[in-house]
């Protein structure tokens, strides 16, 4: 992918607010409970290796991504705390995750099976594994008991090739003002736990919503992932927060060509819009492509403190706003962040698009170059 550094959109990822956000966040543990930090996709769209770096400079002692790649990215970078794969990864590919002291989950005993031909190498260290038990979020994990034992079997059968080294779930709807389906899964997560004789190293289940709003829960270690990045995993469903989350990205651009257009004429693919009297338009390099959607038509951007209004259909690599007036070209377009008195926020851009500021923020193009602003050193 060719990153667009000629260009003068940017997303800007402010260090010192996803540093605080860490710091906040550890202040409220108990002194056994570290912090995890969630970094994959690319950082939810901050750039993995940054937000790991100023994860671990605020205490973060672990990492999770979703993939082995990202797991390899982090090892390639000379980081070497705890990583844990979030997904299930291929069985053949488990010499790899050990080699590199990388944790993955298990959530049946075949995956094991399949396993262990690939982990028979004397030279390898055991691989870590967690053990997942699905208490309701129904996408991967052990479902009962006895399918849980059957496997800590063929484990504890093969300590050369296995090490257990924690045991998690994760919640659906920690971020959800009613807890009826929370409290569920906690009371499955506890059943599972009564059943083993001893508890791994890591025993983990809380994401960012339940380390806000359910923090009896957490477990020793805690996997925080949005609210690193200064964003409410409920959206608005709970303002309150027990300390601030300072949004750390923002995204900028600049106007890239600037014209008056007749009552009447056209703007953009379909000559959607049509200007109900002599209008400025401003043109900003950044579409689709770069993950800024199409249905964002109709919503608006900042310039010089003021909202304006993107006409026409969003293209691929540009889309139009009205102008109050005439602006040269260059003048800052913010598409998200402040400008003067006003913000636009990632929750404001999900809100318009329908859909959560988590899907804005990871689907931003790598085409797009991440800034760092207030850096950590
Ligand atoms: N743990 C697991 C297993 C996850 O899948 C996630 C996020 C987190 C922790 C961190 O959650 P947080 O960002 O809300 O703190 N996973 C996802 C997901 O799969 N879709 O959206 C978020």
């Known amino acids: 992918m060719v990153t667009a550094t000629l260009r003068p959109t940017r997303v800007r ?3 010192t607010a996803i540093f605080e956000n860490v710091q906040h966040a550890l202040a409220q543990l108990k002194e056994e409970t570290a912090l995890f930090a969630v970094v994959k996709a690319d950082g939810y769209g901050h750039g993995l290796l940054r937000v790991a770096r100023v994860a671990q400079k605020a205490g973060a002692s672990g990492f999770c991504v979703a993939v082995l790649d990202e797991a390899l990215a982090l090892r390639q970078a000379g980081f070497t705390a705890p990583i844990l794969v979030l997904g299930i990864i291929e069985p053949a590919y488990a010499a790899i995750a050990a ?39 129904g996408r991967i994990g052990f479902r009962d008991v006895a399918a849980l034992k059957a496997a800590c079997a063929v484990a504890v059968a093969n300590p050369q090739a296995f090490e257990i080294e924690g045991l998690f779930t994760h919640f659906a709807t920690a971020d959800e003002p009613d807890t009826t389906y929370f409290k569920l899964q906690v009371a499955r997560f506890q059943a599972f736990l009564a059943a083993l004789p001893t508890k791994p190293r890591y025993v983990h289940v809380a994401n960012s919503a339940t380390s806000l709003w359910h923090q009896a829960c957490n477990g020793n270690v805690i996997r925080f992932g949005v609210a690193m990045y200064g964003l409410n995993p409920s959206g608005r469903a709970i303002e309150a927060t027990p300390y601030p989350l300072k949004p750390a990205m923002s995204l900028v651009s600049t106007l890239s060509f600037v014209k008056q257009i007749e009552a009447g004429e056209a703007v953009s693919y379909g000559a959607t819009y049509h200007a109900a009297e002599a ?3 401003g043109t900003v390099p950044m579409g689709y492509a770069d993950g800024w959607l ?6 608006h951007v900042l310039v010089d403190g003021q909202f304006c209004e993107i006409v026409g259909r969003v293209c691929m690599d540009q889309f139009m706003i009205r102008l109050p ?4 070209t260059g003048t800052a ?9 006003q913000t636009i926020t990632l929750q404001d851009v999900a809100d318009y698009s329908q859909t959560i500021h988590y899907e804005i923020a990871c689907g931003l193009a790598a085409r797009l170059p991440r800034e760092s602003v207030a850096p950590v050193k």
């Open 13 to 15: 990822v402010n260090e």
């Open 325 to 328: 007036h005439a602006y040269p």
């Open 333 to 341: 377009v913010v598409l998200v962040g402040q400008s003067g008195d």
């Open 279 to 281: 209008e400025w338009i």
């Open 294 to 299: 199409r249905r964002l038509q109709g919503f």
């Open 99 to 137: 080699a590199n002291h990388v944790a993955v989950p298990v959530g049946s005993a075949a995956w094991l099976d399949e396993a262990l031909p690939h982990l028979q190498d004397p030279a390898l260290p055991p691989l870590r594994v967690h053990l997942a038990m699905d208490t309701g979020m």
